[in-house]
């Protein structure tokens, strides 16, 4: 089970090798560039590196972080410097979002394996960009371990990276939020799932997860046991392989959130967006119809009989990225992209609009406010026969979903 969809297609490197006919580029360490035969070669993007290895057995998730690594990690800044990447400014800015928002919200994390750093880390990013102190010892951060203790699992440099990730964008678009990082034991689906449910007994509102794997069977035994919380926001995060779909993403009760490319310009919203994927060779968010999941009475929109996969998104794509801290996987300050970035993003956007009305499932609530997202008509993540699922255009499609927040009013219910 939970083995990603993709892996179903030849792969190389741990990337989805097209199929044959294709001509196929690699770079060490970075993404499969791809194009037809016969055609000229893509433009190569960003040279990238997952963050996680992919599930090595069934019931497995790997985390949906990609690191640059054609931009060199830095331990400290200088005074008239910045960090390479987008930061609170420019994510608030792009989504219309308070900067001093998420006062008496409590945002959860879940993640795998242990970030030794973290509390460090956090406390690094948020001095850089002058937002306020968030620390155990105040009571603004908290971590604790899947079981509500401080047993914590072995560390692991992967998934420390992704913790780092999420605490950021948590810190950038909900500075004034507390945070609570669950550290689940492994990154079995199980031990994940017993990490949200701690989450949540723990009394938080919001839980972000940047993790997937493939659908199968098992996932309506999931769907009861780990993301069945009415009143709760649990956001996942689509994935980073391109068309495709991922569980929990495809959960009824998670907000499945795709991701973008963002970029500044000259209109009047200032700055512009489009699907992750559209010159990356058909990698970039995933989304599609669920072979598993009915679709929900409250999901519009799309080409598909059952559940369909995004959302909403937010900015995720690696070469339109944000600056991270790490001092546990790297050497500080990365640029850092994947639907590892824009599932807290949305999460922390959901917390900015107010507790969630008991009994309600807060996946539907952007459905229910279309006008107030940001429609993403262009781009494309892959080839799926011509449909919406994987090509944006006016109104709902499957990588974007219904866009990205346009302010809060999105996400109130």
């Not at 930061?87 to 919200?105: C, I």
């Not at 799932?193 to 999931?222: L, M, P, R, T």
């Not at 569980?247 to 489009?274: C, N, Q």
């Not at 609009?353 to 229910?368: C, I």
């Amino acid at each position: 089970m939970h083995i990603p969809t993709h892996a179903k297609r030849r792969r190389v490197g741990g990337r989805t090798a097209v199929a044959a006919g294709a001509l196929t580029l690699l770079v060490a360490g970075s993404y499969m560039i791809t194009a037809p035969a016969g055609a000229a070669p893509a433009a190569a993007g960003p040279h990238v590196k997952r963050l996680c290895a992919e599930p090595s057995k069934p019931g497995y998730m790997a985390c949906n972080a990609l690191v640059r690594t054609d931009v060199m990690a830095k331990h400290a800044i200088g005074p008239h410097d910045a960090p390479q990447g987008f930061g609170p400014d420019d994510l608030r800015s792009a989504y219309k979002l308070p900067a001093d928002g998420g006062e008496g919200a409590t945002i959860a994390i879940v993640d795998a394996q242990d970030d030794p750093n973290a509390e460090k880390d956090l406390a690094a990013y948020r001095k850089q960009y002058g937002l306020p102190d968030c620390t155990s010892g105040n009571g603004c951060f908290s971590k604790i371990d899947q079981n509500g203790g401080h047993n914590y699992p072995s560390a692991d440099a992967g998934w420390a990276g992704e913790i780092s990730l999420d605490l950021d964008m948590v810190s950038a678009i909900a500075p004034k939020a507390h945070i609570l990082l669950v550290e689940a034991n492994s990154a079995s689906m199980d031990d994940l799932g017993a990490a949200v449910n701690q989450a949540v007994g723990k009394g938080a509102k919001f839980v972000s997860n940047s993790y997937g794997g493939g659908e199968d069977a098992s996932d309506a035994k999931a769907d009861s046991q780990y993301f069945n919380h009415p009143g709760v926001v649990i956001t996942a995060s689509a994935g980073d392989s391109g068309y495709g779909v991922e569980y929990p993403a495809a959960s009824p009760g998670v907000t499945a959130v795709g991701g973008t490319s963002l970029t500044k310009d000259s209109s009047s919203r200032g700055w512009s967006e489009k699907v992750w994927g559209s010159s990356a060779g058909g990698e970039g968010t995933g989304s599609g119809c669920s072979t598993t999941e009915a679709k929900p009475s409250w999901q519009k929109g799309g080409d598909c009989a059952k559940r369909s996969v995004a959302d909403v998104s937010a900015v995720a794509d690696p070469a339109t990225g944000v600056a991270v801290y790490d001092s546990y996987q790297s050497g500080g300050w990365q640029v850092v992209g994947g639907t590892s970035a824009s599932a807290p993003i949305i999460a922390s956007v959901y917390a900015l609009a107010g507790a969630p009305s008991a009994g309600s499932n807060p996946a539907s609530f952007p459905y229910q406010h279309t006008s107030a997202l940001n429609d993403v008509t262009q781009g494309s993540n892959g080839d799926c026969g011509g449909t919406s699922m994987c090509t944006a255009g006016p109104g709902y499609d499957g990588p974007t979903g219904l866009g990205t927040p346009n302010g809060t009013e999105a996400f109130k219910g």
